[in-house]
């Protein structure tokens, strides 16, 4: 598990990577056929295999980038017979928690992105 990728915070691991870009990433953790590789940073869930290692993105329990404003999250199972991904969605009080970020000093843009599950144009804070 990291939370970006295996060497700088910066470079995002998204889905439309190329296959050499991800067997870099599995090389440089020590990964192998079998492994499951979980990371996030983009805010976007998805999974998918490159040579036998599984890399899943677990999406976000907060700031969803994926246009679905509910919470997401991973469920793995491991066993014998291989590994088995459940992208699990959670409602939540999006409203209070929008309400919360308007009334902080968090730039007000938050509050759209977590009601629409969408990023959008937002300074850093």
């Avoid at 470079?11 to 990371?39: H, L, N, Q, W």
């Avoid at 590994?83 to 309400?99: G, I, K, M």
Wanted: overall charge negative; proline content about 3%.
């Amino acid at each position: 598990m990291i939370h970006g990728n295996q060497t700088l915070n910066t470079v995002y691991v998204t889905e439309d990577r190329d296959d050499p870009f991800m067997e870099k990433m599995a090389s440089d953790i020590g990964a192998r056929a079998g492994d499951v590789i979980c990371f996030g940073h983009t805010h976007k869930p998805w999974e998918r295999a490159v040579k036998g290692v599984r890399f899943v993105n677990t999406g976000s329990v907060g700031r969803p980038k994926d246009g679905d404003a509910r919470a997401c999250y991973v469920a793995l199972t491991v066993d014998a017979s291989g590994s088995q991904v459940e992208f699990v969605r959670v409602d939540y009080d999006v409203e209070e928690t929008a309400r919360g970020i308007l009334e902080s000093d968090l730039p007000s843009e938050f509050a759209d992105v977590i009601r629409t599950g969408r990023s959008g144009a937002v300074a850093a804070a």
